[in-house]
Nanobody
Framework: QVQLVESGGGLVQAGGSLRLSCAASGSIFRINVMGWYRQAPGKERELVATITNGGITGYADSVKGRFTISRDNAENTMYLEMNNLKPEDTAVYYC?????????????WGKGTLVTVSS
């Protein structure tokens, strides 16, 4: 099992910034991927950004150039720096941790942290 604790959500005005954190603990495989997903009211959960244990990143088109994902492998902590926030970024943001082995993948989810961007 992997436990995830998110922090850093809140209320911010459009154009502002927030930094989310996700601390992982427990049975962490050497090969893994961490990511942020979000779910807005009435919408499906969507991928925001991912980062491998080797530091390879990926972003949704809607956040490219505004959000930056990073991680501290020594602390098993992932961050999401969100700049130039827009009202459409309002959502519950979930931390995801995926343990990987050949032919084996297991996902773990945090409880979510609410980000509200006012116009």
């Amino acid at each position: 099992q992997v436990q995830l604790v998110e922090s850093g959500g809140g209320l911010v005005q459009a154009g502002g910034s927030l930094r989310l954190s996700c601390a992982a603990s427990g049975s962490i495989f050497r090969i893994n991927v961490m990511g942020w997903y979000r779910q807005a009211p009435g919408k499906e959960r969507e991928l925001v950004a991912t980062i491998t244990n080797g530091g390879i990143t990926g972003y949704a088109d809607s956040v490219k150039g505004r959000f930056t994902i990073s991680r501290d492998n020594a602390e098993n902590t992932m961050y999401l720096e969100m700049n130039n926030l827009k009202p459409e970024d309002t959502a519950v943001y979930y931390c995801n941790f995926r343990n990987l082995r050949p032919g084996y993948a297991t996902d773990y989810w945090g409880k979510g942290t609410l980000v509200t961007v006012s116009s």
